[in-house]
């Protein structure tokens, strides 16, 4: 796909500033940078245990649905397409896929907010692309010469950058990651193949579920409608179910195609030439365009209302919030039950924090473990 790629200056370099690490180290003969960080991310614990974290649904008696590893899985595949077809640096927005969501809780976004509720009372916040910077830089310990994986400059800007922009005013602490300016595309468009991945895969899910019908996500998803018609009318007789699978597919498509054109027309149309305009440019360069944004934020309302908040997921969350609260509360009244690792962190960050840190890393059937034996020392029952 040649003919859709950017100046070449747009890419990050292989070898440059942002391939530097806060502990040098010397060159490896035959793998980038951005390679050797695919290879740290894949190798953490962090990683491994997104195996035991909600993407969507908790326990619910399938074994196809996604969880977070495999989620992330979806996205690094999208995302290094996309990353191909621009002529952007692959090696880079692998990683950055890999690591997108390693500083999830578990219990998906229930366990989230929960942690984010508990740490207000605190005066503090949960933020899932803040804590993977605290996993990369601090919690993964498995070099003799550094702390943390000693990531890039570039993976770390892109894990604290890909979905949001922070306020230097704010976050004193993140300076060093350039936050009067854009990040570089590799990390800009990862937001989007993780919307690309879920918007698809939650919908195959949904039905898995028999919580969603095809008639259903028919009248209620217009991409999805505009690909399913003429399949159908092309294969009758066809067994629903690939029909379902291929519009799934063709859906997936049709929006990573309108991504690689839109972020080409953009960079194009303001004479982008390189890395240094793609950093000056006011707003993001890696959107949808604005036909496939409507498509996009229908879809996702659509799962809004008829999969994430429907009552079933919902009573799912309550229990999740409730768990987490409990053994917020309980770690709370007696730092001391925190194994020594942990407790011996609480003089430097404060209870709250490590609590925060030690639940956020557990996976939902290691944090309902604890709740079990938690409990049983402290937690007056919730009746
Ligand atoms: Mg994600």
Same mark, same amino acid.
């Given at each position: 796909m040649a003919a859709t790629a950017l100046p070449a200056a747009c890419a990050v370099p292989q070898n440059g500033p942002l391939a530097q690490r806060a502990f040098s180290e010397p060159d490896h003969p035959y793998r980038s940078p951005f390679q050797r960080d695919c290879g740290r991310i894949i190798h953490s614990r962090a990683f491994r245990r997104l195996a035991g974290?909600?993407?969507?649904?908790?326990?619910?008696?399938?074994?196809?649905f996604r969880s977070r590893l495999t989620h992330t899985m979806e996205v690094a595949q999208i995302a290094r397409t996309i990353a191909r077809a621009l002529g952007l640096n692959e090696d880079l927005t692998e990683a950055l896929a890999l690591a997108h969501d390693i500083g999830h809780p578990p219990f998906g976004h229930a366990g989230e907010r929960a942690l984010d509720e508990a740490l207000q009372q605190f005066g503090l916040r949960f933020d899932h692309n803040l804590h993977a910077l605290r996993i990369v830089e601090h919690f993964e310990n498995r070099h003799l010469e550094f702390r943390g994986l000693n990531l890039t400059l570039a993976v770390r800007e892109g894990i604290v950058k890909h979905s949001r922009d922070y306020s230097a005013q704010d976050h004193? *602490?993140?300076?060093?990651?350039?936050?009067d300016q854009r990040p570089p595309l590799e990390a800009q468009l990862i937001d989007l193949a993780d919307e690309i991945a879920y918007l698809t895969a939650d919908l195959d899910d949904g039905v898995e579920a028999e919580i969603l019908t095809l008639q259903q996500i028919r009248a209620g998803v217009r991409l999805f409608e505009l690909q399913f018609a003429p399949i159908a009318h092309s294969h009758p007789g066809a067994p629903e179910k690939l029909l379902f699978q291929e519009t799934l597919k063709l859906m997936l498509n049709a929006l990573a195609d309108d991504l690689v054109a839109e972020i080409r027309r953009r960079v194009r149309e303001r004479g982008i030439q390189d890395l240094e305009d793609i950093r000056r440019?006011? *707003?993001?360069?890696a959107a949808f365009s604005t036909e496939m944004e409507e498509f996009r934020r229908d879809a996702k309302e659509f799962l809004y209302h008829n999969l994430y908040l429907c009552e079933d997921l919902r009573r799912g969350h309550q229990q999740a919030a409730n768990v987490i609260a409990d053994l917020f509360a309980a770690w709370m009244a007696d730092p001391a039950l925190l194994p020594p690792g942990y407790s011996s962190q609480v003089d430097a960050e404060g209870a709250p924090r490590v609590i925060a840190d030690y639940i956020a890393g557990m996976t939902d059937h290691f944090v309902l473990e604890m709740h079990r034996s938690v409990r049983q020392m402290v937690v007056p029952s919730r009746s």
């Open positions: 974290k909600t993407q969507v649904f908790t326990r619910r008696g399938s074994d196809h004193p *602490e993140l300076a060093a990651y350039l936050l440019t006011p *707003e993001r360069i």
